[in-house]
C-alpha cells in the first residue's frame, strides 16, 4: 500500500479513535510506562546523585534516553506489527498515535467539573478540579473555578493536543519514520516535563533540561496553533496584537501564547493571582475582559481546537493525496518539493517576524 495513504489513515483513524474513546480509564497507555520508568529514575537520582552537577547531567541522560527509547520502541512494535500484516502494523500505528493525543481527555476533564457547577455544587466542583490543576482549589469561587478549568483547556490544547499532532504529521511525511516515533518521543519530553521540569527543589537541576527541550519542541507547533486560531477567529490582526501585547509577559514562552490567543477570542481574561500550597502566585493578565467566563466560552474554546486539529488533518491530507498524484512524474514531484521546501522556510521567517514584533 502506497505510504502517503498509510500516512492519512494512520493520521485519520488515531485521531477518530481519541475523538471517539479518548484514553478509557486503566487500559494500558505509553504514559504510564513512561511515568513508571521517570518515577523510578528519579528516585536513583535522587538516592545516588549528591551533587547539584551530577543531578543536572543526570537529568540530560533522562531526557535524551526517554525520548529516543519512547521513538525506538514504538518505530520497533509497529515494524514488528507490519510484518505481521500491514493492515494490523496501520492499527497498531493508530492506536499508539492516538495515545498521544489529549483532546477527548481534555474535553471530559472540562465537563467533569462544569457537570457539579451547573447544579451549584461548588465543593464538588473544586474536587474535581484539583484532579486536574496544581493550584489550591478548596477555596476557589465559581468564576475562579471557571478561569482554572478556561486555562487548562487553552494551555493544554497544544501540549496536550496540536504539539503530538505537529510531530506525527511530520513523522508521517518522513520516509519509513511514520507518525509514531516522532509522537511518543514528543510525548515523552511532555511528560518529562510535567513530572520533573519543575524550578523548585528537589527539581531544579534534574529537570532543567527536560524543561528546556520541552520548550524548545513546543515553540513552532505553538506558534502555528495561535496562527491557525487567529485565522479560525476572522480577526487575525487583532488576536496577534492582543498575544504580542501580553503573552510576552508570561514567564512561560509557551502556554502564555496559547491562553493568550484563547483569551483575545473569545474576549474574556485569563491570568491573575492562584495559590500553591498556601503561596500565592501572581501570573500576568492575558486577554481583555470583555465578557465573563461562561460554561459555553469553555466549550467554544474546546470547538476551536477541534476545528484546528480538522485543518491540519485537512491540511496534511492534501498534501499526501497531491504526493501521490505526482508519484508518477518525479521532475514536477521534485519542483514541487521544491517548492514546499522554500515555502516552508519563509512560513517559519514569518513566524519568527510576527512574534517578535
Not at 50 to 70: C, Q
Not at 111 to 131: E, M, W, Y
Request: hydrophobic share 50%; net charge neutral; glycine share 6%.
Amino acid at each position: 500500500m502506497n505510504t502517503a495513504i498509510n500516512a492519512i489513515l494512520i493520521l485519520a483513524l488515531a485521531s477518530l479513535l481519541d475523538y471517539s474513546l479518548g484514553d478509557p480509564w486503566g487500559w494500558p497507555h505509553p504514559v504510564r510506562v513512561m511515568g513508571f520508568c521517570i518515577a523510578r529514575y528519579t528516585q536513583l537520582v535522587f538516592k545516588t546523585c549528591n551533587t547539584p552537577k551530577m543531578r543536572f547531567f543526570a537529568g540530560i541522560f533522562l531526557g535524551i534516553a526517554l525520548s529516543i527509547s519512547a521513538a525506538f520502541v514504538g518505530w520497533l512494535i509497529v515494524e514488528f506489527a507490519q510484518q505481521l500484516h500491514p493492515l494490523f502494523g496501520i492499527a497498531i500505528a493508530s492506536i499508539l498515535t492516538a495515545s498521544c493525543f489529549a483532546l477527548r481527555s481534555l474535553s471530559d476533564a472540562a465537563r467533569d467539573v462544569l457537570q457539579p457547577l451547573s447544579t451549584g455544587d461548588l465543593a464538588a466542583a473544586r474536587t474535581r478540579l484539583s484532579f486536574y490543576v496544581g493550584r489550591d482549589t478548596d477555596n476557589l469561587s465559581e468564576p475562579e473555578i471557571l478561569r482554572a478549568v478556561l486555562e487548562t483547556v487553552s494551555e493544554n490544547a497544544v501540549d496536550g493536543v496540536t504539539a503530538p499532532l505537529f510531530y506525527a504529521i511530520i513523522g508521517a511525511v518522513l520516509p519509513k519514520v511514520g507518525s509514531v516515533p516522532f509522537a511518543l518521543a514528543y510525548k515523552a519530553v511532555s511528560t518529562l516535563d510535567s513530572m520533573v521540569g519543575y524550578k523548585h527543589e528537589p527539581y531544579t537541576d534534574l529537570g532543567w533540561f527536560s524543561a528546556k527541550l520541552e520548550d524548545v519542541l513546543t515553540w513552532l507547533p505553538c506558534r502555528l496553533t495561535v496562527l491557525t486560531l487567529a485565522v479560525i477567529s476572522g480577526k487575525p490582526s487583532h488576536v496577534l496584537s492582543i498575544c504580542r501585547r501580553d503573552a510576552i509577559f508570561d514567564p512561560s514562552p509557551n502556554s502564555g501564547w496559547s491562553e493568550c490567543a484563547y483569551a483575545a477570542i473569545l474576549g474574556v481574561q485569563l491570568g491573575g493571582t492562584n495559590y500553591y500550597q498556601g503561596i500565592a502566585k501572581h501570573k500576568p493578565l492575558l486577554g481583555d475582559p470583555i465578557f465573563p467566563i461562561t460554561p459555553e466560552r469553555i466549550y467554544k474554546a474546546l470547538q476551536l481546537t477541534r476545528w484546528c486539529v480538522l485543518i491540519w488533518l485537512g491540511i496534511t491530507f492534501i498534501f499526501c493525496l497531491a504526493a501521490i498524484a505526482f508519484s508518477n512524474y518525479p521532475d514536477v514531484a521534485a519542483a514541487v518539493k521544491t517548492e514546499i521546501a522554500d515555502l516552508s522556510a519563509n512560513i517559519c521567517k514569518g513566524l519568527v517576524l510576527s512574534f517578535s514584533l
